[in-house]
């Protein structure tokens, strides 16, 4: 560092200039702090955005008005934690991923446990948009086009198929086609909650019927809320990258950068979001959002059916497939980067002897033959993304974060951040209700 000074004072010959500016130019991170909170905004809203008015809003105007509250801290303090992993991490490591900084500080048997868990919460989400394609596509061809329904066998094999053998044939395009689908989503849910604001009904939603439970059925609702918000909300997959590419740049201030970005990032994530939540649930009340959520399907496609609008029944389900797709096409990546980093980490000399295009032949096949079974059983979407988000992606995130940093002199510098405990018993709670609800 000392020797820039001595240089500056001295004179440089352009050789070394050169060498400096070329050296700076590598220190730029690839992504600027603007194009990188759009890509963390585009990683969370995706298709689970259009499954959160189904969950937050069947429960009344009370548990939405808390879960509205919350969701800011919810957001902010819970994936600035996750990524303090990375962008807290010292500089002697900087360069490293989640998965490799937590095999390396927790032990070869604690990263792999959890690279399994983090595989699962990614892979799982990959069998929720299958589910909610072929129930989406179905629902397309019955109400919109006035066919009979398909065979689910059929329906299934051949969304999910579709799906699939595009991002296996053309990966790079794909994930291209994802980022830009980003932004015609926005535009239209943007659109869609001026749209709905005529539709409005704001009495029925406030005399909401709590079946006699009282304050009992108020709480249970305030609950039940959180592990979809969870879900809803998650951007966990972006977040390692995005500190890794601010290190370079920024060294010791990459905590403090990766925190500004988040910060930005859940601000908008929430006045968004909540926004096109209020504006469903308003538009629909509670027995509509009820009546989605026994279909299996998004909001949006239950609005194509019900609304008798011809923009909305031609529009809606094209951006609810649009939706989908991209998401799933995120959520397969992970799912493939996972499974070879488990597949080294494990067995690092049977990597080593099979090609990686055999290895990644066999992630898609067992990717399609997973999730079409799956979309054909059609569990509730809702209950799988309660479950994965309430598991695995609280763990991830709320818990182990914490852990490490309570645990490893590395992170001594943010383990009295008081946020900590927020987070730690936040996700406590979630996991409780999550694995309560299941029985």
Known sequence: MSTNNHSATSGAS??????KQQAKKNAEPAGSTSSWVITLFGTAVGAGILFLPINAGSFGFIPLLFATIIAFPLVYYSHRTYARIVSAAPEKDHGKDVLELCTQYLGRGGGVIIAILYWIAVFSTVLIYGVSITNAVDSFIVNQLGGPSINRWILATLCVGLMTAGFAFGRKPMLWLAQIL????????????????????ISS???????????LSVVKGVLLILPVMV????HMAALSQLSVDMQPAHGKNTEKRVSKIEFYTAI???????????????????????????????????????????IMAAIAPM?????????????????????EYLFKTVAPKTAERIPRRNLLIGIYVFAFAATTLVAVFNPSIVTLASLVAGVFVVFLVYLLPVYMFRN?????????????????????????????DLF
């Open 182 to 201: 980003v932004y015609p989503l926005i535009l239209f849910l943007a659109i869609t909650s001026i749209y709905l604001i005529p539709r409005w009904d």
């Open 14 to 19: 352009p050789a070394t200039s050169t060498t």
């Open 231 to 234: 879900f809803s909300f998650s």
């Open 268 to 310: 908008l994530l929430v006045v968004f979001t909540m926004v096109f939540v209020w504006s469903c649930v308003l538009a629909l009340g509670a027995d509509g959002m009820r009546e989605a959520h026994e279909q299996n399907i998004p909001v949006l496609s239950y609005f194509a059916n019900v609304t008798g609008t011809p």
């Open 205 to 215: 939603f406030l005399e909401f019927d709590y079946d006699g439970g009282g304050f």
């Open 408 to 436: 490893l002199d590395v992170y001594k510098h943010v383990r009295k951040d008081k946020a900590n405990y927020f987070v730690l018993i936040l996700g406590l709670i979630i996991m409780a209700i999550t694995i309560w």
């Open 319 to 339: 951006v609810v497939v649009c939706a989908i797709v991209s998401s799933y096409f995120g959520h397969l990546l992970g799912s493939e980067e996972g499974t």
